[in-house]
């Protein structure tokens, strides 16, 4: 039997560049400061910089706001996005900042145990702050290279076919090759873009917050109990530090332009409870809708969106963060292609093509789960009745993997169920698959051991793995991990990965 050989060719980190600017070395036909400017500094915006620079792009971050968020919210990053961490060495210094619970019970808040067998090595949920994952994410892109400037918001831009010119607030101009909307819900590089962003308004409030209680903690378990039965949207949990996470529906509260008060949630808790627990000293206190839209386009010209710049959907099933992060990972190593000068003509717009769809779906699962949030005769009826259903294991199984980002499976042809979807974090001779992706290249997984990459060594590492735990005898992944290929032909492998990562070099 060969010994497994892992080969790819060598190149150093991306090192931080403090003051990037044209020089008579740069490698590009017309040189400007930046290859790529991002508008918004989140979880998206973040994991995109930094996914360019393990391409050597170079990527200026413009926050609007001077300081982060005042207020911990906790999120969850659900299994794909704990995969992706994985990938790019990410995993352990975010399970250290997270706590980790059962994947279960996402799907409309119906309390159902963890399917067994998930198809993952990280089938979990992790909830974590979120300044906190913000950050995490940030010190990596900046540790990469990126630069991120913050109190600077996108006034307005120009592009052309060499780029694109970006005003600044304060009159400011900048210039790069593209410009990508990371920017949120309000996005105004979307607004300014003119892309539309159809959907359903916001018909329902809720108000969201950390506060502490007066009363004992039996007696608030006991009526959140109570009023669960028919009301998802009301809860108290236990935060830590003596506070509640508070959740309550905000009809009757008068303006929704203003931001809620410690009195709207007494209010509120009198309302639906009968009591508002002796609720005081609120650490932060917000609201949100359940609107619903998705931008017609990802990407014009020059000019691109991800996150909720591209789509908002109601919070329910936690996916928000998730999708937005997931759009980074699949945007990155694309736009980088495009920049460094070797990505096949369509590739950019593989962007749109896998990632909107995936959003609709998203969109579509959260609207069901609202109409499931319903206090009415009919969806409570409905959800009595999926409630029964998802104790047949596949049906909760289909729920969890759709929540978690698991089941996605793009559109490359024709083939085994593997193609198109992503592998999971097997073991290989050198540990596990997932370490070998850090630097965001793709990967030949060979079991045959007579395979090359040839000419694309330089974007494609090989290796030769006979004992890898594999149904087919060879895999081609993307930087994202999904398969692109499977065979064992070398002419066929050559199609695919001119098909995926251009020419060869030489």
Sequence with gaps: MNSPQFTAEPSPSPSPSPSP????????????????????????????????RLHDVRVLVLEKETEPAPFVRIVGLHIRSLELMAMRGLLDRVLEHGRRRPAAGFFAGISKPAPEGLDSAHAYLLGIPHPVIVRLLEEHAVQLGAQ??????????????EGVTVDLADGEQLRARYLVGCDGGRSAVRKLLGVGFPGEPSRTETLMGEMEVGVPQEEVAAKVAEIGE?????????????????????????????PPTLQDFKQQLRAIAGTDFGVHSPRW??????????????????????????????????????????????????????IRGWAPETLLDTYQTERRPVAENVLDNTRAQMELHSTEPGP???????????????????????????????????GSDL???????????QGHLY???????????????????????????????????????????????HVA???DDQQDLDDHLSRWFGEPAG
């Design 230 to 258: 028919t009301n998802k949207r009301f809860w108290l949990r236990p935060f830590g530090g003596g506070a509640y996470s508070v959740v309550v529906p905000a009809a009757g509260v008068a303006d929704r332009a203003e």
């Design 21 to 52: 600017s044209p020089s008579d070395a740069d490698p590009y036909p017309h040189p400007v400061p930046y290859d790529v400017i991002i508008a918004g500094c989140g979880p998206t915006g973040a994991m995109l910089a930094a996914e360019l």
């Design 148 to 161: 991120v400037r913050r109190g600077c918001a996108v006034a307005g831009f120009e592009q052309d076919d």
């Design 435 to 481: 370490g070998l992706l850090h630097r965001g290249r793709g990967l030949l997984l060979d079991r045959t051991a007579r395979l090359t990459v040839g000419g694309w060594s330089d974007r494609v590492d090989h290796l030769a793995d006979p004992t890898a735990v594999l149904d087919v005898p060879c895999v081609l992944l993307r930087p994202d991990g």
């Design 285 to 338: 206190l917000s609201r949100f809708g359940d609107a619903t839209r998705l931008a017609e386009l990802y990407r014009v010209g020059r000019v691109l969106l991800a996150g909720d710049a591209a789509h908002i959907h109601p919070p329910t099933g936690g996916q928000g963060l998730n999708l937005g992060v997931q759009d980074a990972f699949n945007l990155g190593w694309k736009l980088a292609a495009q």
């Design 380 to 414: 409570q009826a409905l959800r009595r009745l999926l409630t029964e259903l998802m104790d047949i294991d596949e049906v909760n199984r289909r729920l969890i993997e759709k929540i978690a980002a698991i089941d996605i499976r793009y559109d490359f042809g024709d």
């Design 419 to 429: 193609l198109g979807r992503r592998l999971r974090d097997i073991d290989v001779e």
């Design 485 to 487: 290929w499977i065979g």
